[in-house]
């Protein structure tokens, strides 16, 4: 069993619906982070909260938006999203981004369909 | 340009046969990781390289950094179906803060 939970683990939504990801972890991690991933592809870097703050994002369109509450939950706020954004959505959390070897762990993931 | 070279893309082969994976870049890294990922699953982590020329083992399977730590490799004796999975190699660039990971390898292990 993973350690990063993920609530849904299926999605499926029109492009105007709102909708939004969970993702949760007691480990202590300070650092969250999205990511999507295509099948049979390596995940793609979305957003990275380091002690609650936005600290990266890859550039991802302002149709997904993420919040993190707090250190243990880490939200993705869905809109008007496009049939190309279906996918995979992998939260992961690490003890934080200052260390270099530390690793991330990943939650299962929802698997987001747009129709 | 992809900064994690992951080589092959795509392996099928028998149960009993030995495999290797390797992850290669021109830039060094701080520490190389590797993960397994089954279908409807998040990766799960298997092993975290950060020393030049470490070996680390985990059963049947056997990871190397190399000595400039620009490169890893991974190589699974006598595989077995269960080992069947997508394979990333991930790795923290000296100058970031997030992971980068090669394109994976897709492995077949067929009875």
């Known amino acids: 069993d993973t350690e990063v939970t993920q609530t849904p683990k299926h999605l499926v939504m029109g492009m105007t619906n709102k909708k939004s990801l969970k993702c949760e972890q007691h480990?202590?991690?300070?650092?969250m982070y999205w990511y999507k991933q295509k099948a049979k592809k390596p995940p793609e870097l979305m957003f990275v909260y380091s002690y609650e703050k936005l600290s990266i994002n890859e550039s991802v369109p302002s149709r997904f938006s993420p919040e993190c509450p707090n250190s243990s939950l880490l939200n993705l706020h869905l809109h008007a999203l496009q049939p190309e954004d279906s996918a995979l959505y992998l939260c992961?959390?690490?003890?934080?981004?200052?260390?270099?070897?530390?690793?991330?762990?990943f939650g299962d993931g929802t698997r987001l369909s747009i129709l | 340009t992809q900064l994690l070279e992951q080589s092959p893309q795509f392996l099928s082969i028998q149960e009993g046969e030995n495999l290797t994976v390797y992850c290669n870049s021109s830039s060094v890294f701080s520490s190389l990781q590797w993960y397994r990922q089954e279908p409807g699953e998040g990766p799960v982590l298997l092993v975290t390289v950060v020393t030049g020329g470490e070996v680390k083992k985990l059963k049947r399977l056997t990871f190397q950094f190399g000595d400039a730590r620009k490169d890893s490799s991974l190589h699974i004796t006598a595989a077995q179906p269960g080992d069947t999975g997508l394979y990333l190699c991930a790795g923290l660039h000296q100058a970031g803060t997030a992971l980068i990971f090669g394109k994976g390898t897709t492995l077949s292990v067929s009875s």
């Open positions: 992961a959390s690490s003890q934080g981004t200052e260390h270099s070897n530390q690793p991330q762990h």
């Open positions: 480990m202590g991690h300070r650092a």
